[in-house]
């Protein structure tokens, strides 16, 4: 079983960070890639960030550049998304997801997470 369980959605101002989590049951948890999606009402998913398995590679969505960070630690099998400087289109549910790939991609991935609500106000 793959399981991916997001959390640390909610409601912030525009200017305001949030931190997602994600946890995975995926053993062992160095062996897959992770990956950040988003999807807005009407809108197509967007592809937000990704991390190698080790971590030391990242990649990002052209619009979250320079404002997100993507990170993992392996021992607690969580990869998280900081996001900072939130503006009203970061508004979405956000998805975590994961593959065995080794490097960062934006995607298709095997499995994914059921989406945690971020809404920032204008």
């Known amino acids: 079983q793959v399981q991916l369980v997001e959390s640390g959605g909610g409601l912030v101002q525009t200017g305001g960070s949030l931190r997602l989590s994600c946890a995975a049951s995926?053993?062992?948890?160095?062996?897959?890639?992770m990956g950040w999606f988003r999807q807005a009402p009407g809108n197509e998913r967007e592809f937000v960030a990704a991390?190698?398995?080790?971590?030391?590679?990242?990649l990002y969505g052209h619009p979250v550049k320079g404002r997100f960070i993507i990170s993992r630690d392996n021992a607690k099998s969580t990869v998280y998304l900081q996001m900072n400087n939130l503006k009203p289109e970061d508004t979405a549910v956000y998805y975590c997801?994961?593959?065995?790939?080794?490097?960062?991609?934006?995607?298709?991935?095997?499995?994914w997470g059921r989406g945690t609500q971020v809404t920032v106000s204008s």
């Open positions: 995926v053993r062992p948890f160095s062996s897959y890639a």
């Open positions: 997801a994961t593959d065995l790939s080794v490097g960062p991609h934006a995607g298709p991935y095997d499995y």
């Open positions: 991390i190698s398995r080790s971590g030391e590679s990242t």
